[in-house]
């Protein structure tokens, strides 16, 4: 059974500053995602990783995958507000997502 | 990417009741998938949901809770059976995306048993 962790899972930073999400996985998983999610709010699409050395950027936020290592990373560059968020990876097997905990982010002014 | 529809957003319930979440999705798509997020935590796959066939339970949930119903291959409905304030969750419903978009998730619907 697929186990995700994600670390850490409360980050408050300073805006202008950079900063990485860990997500660690226990079994193999066909694909690695990325989601964010605001108060109240559903979850949002960022980044789908689908092989071994995988780079995905939008804007501020890039992700990697290294399925030898079972880790995939979420870096944050140069911080703003608008990304304060919770933000969960989830790995997928047979059409099953498993989450991890999401990592809380506050971005401080 | 899909669109989902889902319905009601909020409703606060009284315990012993049930309550029908809906949802519509603007193409067909094979498999949705019910999601429960427990206040302040992560989201647990509750149930698949193929049209044609019962549902497949993840561990941890049964059918007589939580009865889905899946007429054609754009709706789906979970139903929260006898509810008791533990139930108080969202519940998403998604669909997998066209491929390599991920899943899509519907807004949610905030349950509040009380």
């Known amino acids: 059974e697929l186990k995700v962790e994600q670390n850490p899972l409360f980050l408050s930073m300073q805006e202008g500053k950079n900063y990485t999400i860990y997500c660690n996985y226990s079994?193999?998983?066909?694909?690695l995602y990325w989601y964010r999610q605001d108060p109240g709010k559903s979850l949002e699409s960022l980044f789908v990783?689908?092989?071994?050395?995988a780079v995905k950027q939008e804007g501020r936020l890039m992700a990697s995958l290294d399925t030898k290592a079972r880790l995939s990373t979420l870096h944050i560059t140069a911080a703003v507000h608008d990304l304060s968020a919770t933000y969960f990876c989830?790995?997928?097997?047979?059409?099953?997502?498993?989450f991890g905990k999401g990592t809380l982010l506050t971005v401080n002014p | 990417s899909a669109v989902i529809s889902q319905k009601p957003s909020r409703d606060i319930c009284q315990r012993g009741t049930s309550l029908t979440i809906q949802c519509q999705v603007d193409?067909?798509?094979?498999?949705m998938f019910w999601y429960r997020q427990q206040p302040g935590q992560s989201l647990t796959l509750i149930a698949t949901?193929?049209?044609?066939?019962?549902?497949?339970?993840e561990s941890g949930f049964v059918i007589d809770k939580f009865p889905i119903s899946r007429p054609n291959l754009t709706f789906s409905t979970l139903t929260v059976s006898n509810m008791s304030p533990e139930d108080s969750s969202i519940y998403l419903c998604?669909?997998?995306?066209?491929?390599?978009?991920?899943?899509?998730f519907g807004s949610g619907t905030r349950l509040t048993v009380v």
């Open positions: 998604s669909v997998e995306s066209e491929r390599n978009y991920g899943y899509t």
């Open positions: 079994t193999t998983s066909d694909r």
């Open positions: 990783l689908l092989s071994n050395g």
């Open positions: 989830a790995g997928g097997s047979n059409y099953k997502l498993t």
């Open positions: 193409s067909q798509v094979t498999m």
């Open positions: 949901a193929n049209q044609g066939s019962e549902a497949t339970y």
